[in-house]
């Protein structure tokens, strides 16, 4: 371990600086630093000595800028999907709002009213049987049936 934190110290600044550059990102430079020598200290075992040990992290640490921006690119493309999804199902819900609109205002009297007391004004069937003067049991009937008339109309 101590031969690992003498190469820490000599290259951390060099490796640093490398991936400022490519990175022009300061906090982005630190991650990949802090990253390239964790997967270097996991794969010290693979380097097999054909390059110098400062190109052997600099590649590591290329490595890991191009990973990391791949990763930041499917999250942005995720971001963009979900945001698309929720206009797309926005708009459906708009859509389909009108055609409850429509098929609403298309009812006859007394299954428009009733139907919008009930849903809209939220009164009870027995308030809706006051309001008309009729039984609660009709108030009920008139509101099924308004509702079947809409499901048929969305149909």
């Given at each position: 371990m101590n031969d690992f934190e003498e190469v820490y110290r000599l290259y951390f600044r060099?490796?640093?600086?490398?991936?400022l550059s490519i990175s022009r990102s300061e906090s982005m430079a630190e991650e990949i630093t802090q990253e390239t020598?964790?997967?270097?200290?996991?794969?010290?075992?693979?380097?097999?000595?054909?390059?110098?040990?400062?190109?052997?992290?600099?590649?590591i640490a290329?490595?890991?800028?191009?990973?990391?921006?791949?990763?930041e690119k499917r999250r942005e493309e995720?971001?963009?999907?979900?945001?698309?999804?929720?206009?797309?199902?926005?708009?459906?819900a708009k859509e389909s709002a009108l055609e409850i609109h429509r098929?609403?205002?298309?009812?006859?009297?007394?299954?428009?009213?009733?139907?919008?007391l009930r849903t809209?004004?939220?009164?009870?069937?027995?308030?809706?049987a006051m309001l008309f003067g009729k039984t609660e049991s009709w108030a009920?009937?008139?509101?099924?049936?308004?509702k079947l008339q809409i499901k048929e109309k969305l149909l």
């Open positions: 060099d490796v640093y600086r490398y991936a020598f964790f997967k270097a200290l996991k794969g010290l075992d693979s380097f097999d000595g054909r390059c110098r040990l400062y190109v052997w992290l600099c590649q290329k490595n890991t800028y191009f990973s990391m921006r791949e990763k995720d971001a963009q999907e979900e945001f698309d999804d929720g206009i797309e199902s926005r708009l459906v098929a609403l205002h298309s009812l006859s009297e007394p299954y428009k009213e009733v139907f919008s809209f004004g939220e009164l009870s069937f027995a308030q809706i009920r009937v008139t509101y099924h049936r308004a």
